[in-house]
Antibody, heavy 120, light 108 residues
Framework: QMQLQESGPGLVKPSETLSLTCTVS????????WNWIRQSPGKGLEWIGY???????NYNPSLNSRVTMSLDTSKNQFSLRVTSMTAADTAVYYC??????????????WGQGTLVTVSS | SSELTQDPAVSVALGQTVRITCQGD??????ANWFQQKPGQAPVLVIF???RRPSGIPDRFSGSSSGDTASLTITGAQAEDEADYYC???????????FGGGTKLTVL
């Protein structure tokens, strides 16, 4: 069964860099698209970006200059890096697999999410 | 366009039928996906593509689309269907992922 698990610090200081990792089991990351999505407390889902199986990445324009994603195929993991964190970045961060098909794309498996709080 | 618009809240009487809508230009190119999210839990895919349901999703959930509007219909809503529902697709260019603002469904 496909599973994704986020890991990383639960607390980040303002201006610091957040690094999160998503470990994938049950499938190889050498296919599909691998997304990061976040949800601020009481708010909706916000797409952060994706990295494809071939290493091509695309980010939300609102975060573009602060976000970097990478793949580690040897560990079947993908990672997120967000620089210059502020309180507005406090959120639950999810990783998700996105599958393309003939009529679109869909995120079928998600991690359980990890809460990241930005505070000094 | 990079926006999907949903009504913030909808209510339905137990056992009745409810439709949740999602509007956006990208839906003229891509089918909408629908996610159910309960408090403290990750979103769960309930409808994707052309009215397809993942394994384990009850058949009271269905999807439809017309022009720039997609709909999620719950036929015979149950108490456990009370949740937030989000639509999603790629944007018109196909390069970015977009989500609707979410609809809070209350089952009365």
């Amino acid at each position: 069964q496909m599973q994704l698990q986020e890991s990383g610090p639960g607390l980040v200081k303002p201006s610091e860099t957040l690094s999160l990792t998503c470990t994938v089991s049950g499938d190889s990351i050498t296919s599909y698209y691998w997304n990061w999505i976040r949800q601020s407390p009481g708010k909706g889902l916000e797409w952060i970006g994706y990295i494809s199986y071939s290493g091509i990445s695309n980010y939300n324009p609102s975060l573009n200059s602060r976000v970097t994603m990478s793949l580690d195929t040897s560990k079947n993991q993908f990672s997120l890096r967000v620089t210059s964190m502020t309180a507005a970045d406090t959120a639950v961060y999810y990783c998700a697999r996105e599958v393309p098909d003939s009529v679109g794309y869909y995120c079928d498996f998600w991690g359980q999410g990890t809460l990241v709080t930005v505070s000094s | 366009s990079s926006e999907l618009t949903q009504d913030p809240a909808v209510s339905v009487a137990l056992g009745q039928t409810v439709r949740i809508t999602c509007q956006g230009d990208s839906l003229r190119r891509y089918y909408a996906n629908w996610f159910q999210q309960k408090p403290g839990q990750a979103p769960v895919l309930v409808i994707f593509g052309k009215n397809r349901r993942p394994s384990g999703i009850p058949d009271r959930f269905s999807g439809s689309s017309s022009g720039d509007t997609a709909s999620l219909t719950i036929t015979g809503a149950q108490a456990e269907d009370e949740a937030d529902y989000y639509c999603n697709s790629r944007d018109r260019s196909g390069n970015s992922v977009i989500f609707g603002g979410g609809t809070k469904l209350t089952v009365l």
